[in-house]
């Protein structure tokens, strides 16, 4: 795993992210897709389980859909585009350089969260009930 603590940054969070990354996320986060109102409603506010998520936030060159720092997982939304030869090579590029942070990366698409929005919730449950107890939280 990379230090998380070896990059400058405004919040340890941001894993040393650019003025120019976080402006794009502050822009992503003014306009969201309907999904991710509805799971950013889902997550706000520490409605899962007590823990913070936050919106569209930067780590290093990227962003997150949705990221919890005390567990290290982020929540990727994928729309049509994300099924793209290039895009998805793109994303698994990004997962793994996520992984090397020690961050988990769960993803679900834009359909699941519209049309089954119940399993999509169990499943984050799930996955950060399982996400503490790896980390011994």
Same mark, same amino acid.
């Given at each position: 795993?990379?230090?998380? $603590?070896?990059? +400058?940054?405004?919040?340890?969070? &941001? =894993?040393?992210?650019?003025?120019?990354? /976080?402006?794009?996320? @502050?822009?992503?986060?003014?306009?969201?897709?309907?999904?991710?109102? =509805? =799971?950013?409603?889902?997550?706000?506010?520490?409605?899962? =389980?007590?823990?913070?998520?936050?919106?569209?936030? +930067?780590?290093?060159?990227?962003?997150? &859909?949705?990221?919890? $720092?005390?567990?290290?997982?982020? /929540?990727?939304? &994928?729309?049509?585009? $994300?099924?793209?030869?290039?895009?998805?090579?793109?994303? /698994?590029?990004? @997962?793994?350089?996520?992984?090397?942070?020690?961050?988990?990366?769960?993803?679900? @698409?834009?359909?699941?969260?519209? $049309?089954?929005?119940? @399993?999509?919730?169990?499943?984050? /449950?799930?996955?950060?009930?399982?996400?503490?107890?790896?980390?011994?939280?």
């Amino acid at each position: 795993h990379r230090d998380l $603590h070896s990059f +400058p940054t405004r919040r340890s969070s &941001d =894993l040393g992210a650019s003025p120019e990354t /976080i402006e794009a996320a @502050t822009f992503l986060r003014r306009n969201t897709t309907k999904a991710e109102k =509805l =799971l950013w409603f889902f997550l706000q506010k520490k409605k899962v =389980l007590g823990l913070h998520f936050r919106q569209q936030h +930067p780590i290093f060159i990227f962003i997150a &859909d949705f990221y919890c $720092h005390s567990l290290k997982l982020v /929540i990727e939304v &994928d729309g049509r585009y $994300h099924k793209s030869k290039e895009q998805s090579q793109y994303d /698994i590029n990004r @997962t793994g350089e996520m992984n090397d942070f020690g961050i988990k990366v769960i993803r679900y @698409t834009n359909e699941q969260i519209e $049309h089954d929005f119940k @399993t999509v919730k169990q499943s984050i /449950i799930k996955e950060c009930v399982k996400r503490k107890q790896e980390l011994a939280i």
